[in-house]
């Protein structure tokens, strides 16, 4: 999903030592343009994204996914943003992805009477 707005605020950098490792997480409050303004608290784990390259005040367009997990019988829900880009002249912010976006896209084509399918 995606979401526009400018960042309000940026929370403290919080991390810890999980059954995976050490874990870093970033939160930041994004104050939404609509007719009646929302604000929504979006989480960045790792590095993922260079947090370093943002201010408050900026504009932004931020990529996320949603997830939900239950604990004890209670829910919890988080924000969780993969990609942010700036809203200055159309710039874009670099990412640290984890995979290479370079390869070019090439297809292979079948012939017309070539239409077994394994299933």
Same mark, same amino acid.
């Given at each position: 999903? *995606? @979401?526009?707005?400018?960042?309000?605020?940026?929370?403290?950098?919080?991390? #810890?030592?999980? %059954?995976? =490792?050490? /874990?870093?997480?970033?939160?930041?409050?994004?104050? +939404?343009? *609509?007719?009646?303004?929302? %604000? @929504?608290?979006?989480?960045?784990?790792?590095?993922?994204?260079?947090? #370093?390259?943002? %201010? +408050? #005040?900026? $504009?932004?367009?931020?990529?996320? *996914?949603?997830?939900?997990?239950?604990?004890? =019988?209670?829910?919890?829900?988080?924000?969780?943003? /993969?990609? $942010?880009?700036?809203? %200055?002249? =159309?710039?874009?912010?670099?990412?640290?992805?984890g995979y290479n976006n370079n390869m070019p896209g090439t297809f292979e084509t079948t012939s017309a009477g070539d239409d077994d399918l394994p299933f």
């Open positions: 999903m *995606d @979401i526009s707005g400018k960042i309000v605020q940026f929370l403290p950098v919080q991390s #810890g030592q999980g %059954k995976n =490792g050490t /874990w870093k997480k970033q939160e930041f409050i994004l104050e +939404t343009g *609509d007719t009646y303004p929302k %604000k @929504i608290c979006i989480a960045v784990w790792g590095d993922k994204i260079d947090m #370093g390259s943002f %201010k +408050t #005040g900026d $504009m932004v367009d931020v990529s996320f *996914d949603v997830e939900s997990r239950e604990y004890n =019988g209670r829910w919890y829900t988080d924000v969780k943003a /993969w990609k $942010m880009v700036s809203k %200055k002249a =159309g710039s874009a912010v670099p990412e640290n992805t």
